[in-house]
Antibody, heavy 117, light 106 residues
Framework: QVQLVQSGAEVKKPGASVNVSCKTS????????MHWVRQAPGQGLEWMGR????????NYAQKFQGRVTMTRDTSISTAYMELSGLRYDDTAVFYC??????????WGQGTLVTVSS | SYELTQPPSVSVSPGRTASIPCSGDKLGDKFIFWYLQKPGQSPVLVIY???KRPSGIPERFSGSNSGNTATLTISGTQAMDEADYYCQAWDSSTAVFGGGTKLTVL
């Protein structure tokens, strides 16, 4: 079955960058877009952007333009999301989610990123 | 940009029917997806393409979508259904989420 396994929790200082990985299995990695979603503590789901694992092409939400970079390594079926210039309000759980055949989202387990001095 | 609106909270008594609305401009022209999220867990799909239930989701979950409003209905609500519920639609390949509704079963 489809599985998305994300990297572990991170603690970063303000201004630093964080790189979250999302290793996939159970489906053809290059066949479906990978999306990234942020959820701040006690808040809702916020779409950050997506990557086409086949071409590497990306689309980012305007809010994150210039700070987020999404990449992939097709040899290991893994997607990555890097967020730079971290601020305290970037403290959140970051999810990768792939689109299924029915256009629904299948989610990873989430990665908590804490920004703290 | 496209927006989806949900009420912050809905309360229901055990065994009764809960309805969670999600509104957006001409929402009926789009497919709606519903996700359940319990504390500390990832979202889980409960309804896709307006009315369809994934395997493993109880029959008490159903959905509808027409005009400007989609509705998630939970019949015979159980205590285990207490969670946050999010509606989601696609707009120009962007995933748009409602703000979420906290369902309280009391």
């Amino acid at each position: 079955q489809v599985q998305l396994v994300q990297s572990g929790a991170e603690v970063k200082k303000p201004g630093a960058s964080v790189n979250v990985s999302c290793k996939t299995s159970g489906y053809t990695f290059t066949a479906y877009y990978m999306h990234w979603v942020r959820q701040a503590p006690g808040q809702g789901l916020e779409w950050m952007g997506r990557i086409n694992p086949n071409s590497g092409g990306t689309n980012y939400a305007q809010k994150f333009q210039g700070r987020v970079t999404m990449t992939r390594d097709t040899s290991i079926s893994t997607a990555y999301m890097e967020l730079s210039g971290l601020r305290y309000d970037d403290t959140a759980v970051f999810y990768c989610a792939t689109v299924t055949m029915d256009d629904a989202l299948k989610w990873g387990q989430g990665t908590l990123v804490t920004v703290s001095s | 940009s496209y927006e989806l609106t949900q009420p912050p909270s809905v309360s229901v008594s055990p065994g009764r029917t809960a309805s969670i609305p999600c509104s957006g401009d001409k929402l009926g022209d789009k497919f709606i997806f519903w996700y359940l999220q319990k504390p500390g867990q990832s979202p889980v799909l409960v309804i896709y393409q307006d009315t369809k239930r994934p395997s493993g989701i109880p029959e008490r979950f159903s959905g509808s979508n027409s005009g400007n409003t989609a509705t998630l209905t939970i019949s015979g609500t159980q205590a285990m259904d207490e969670a946050d519920y999010y509606c989601q639609a696609w707009d120009s390949s962007t995933a748009v989420f409602g703000g979420g509704t906290k369902l309280t079963v009391l």
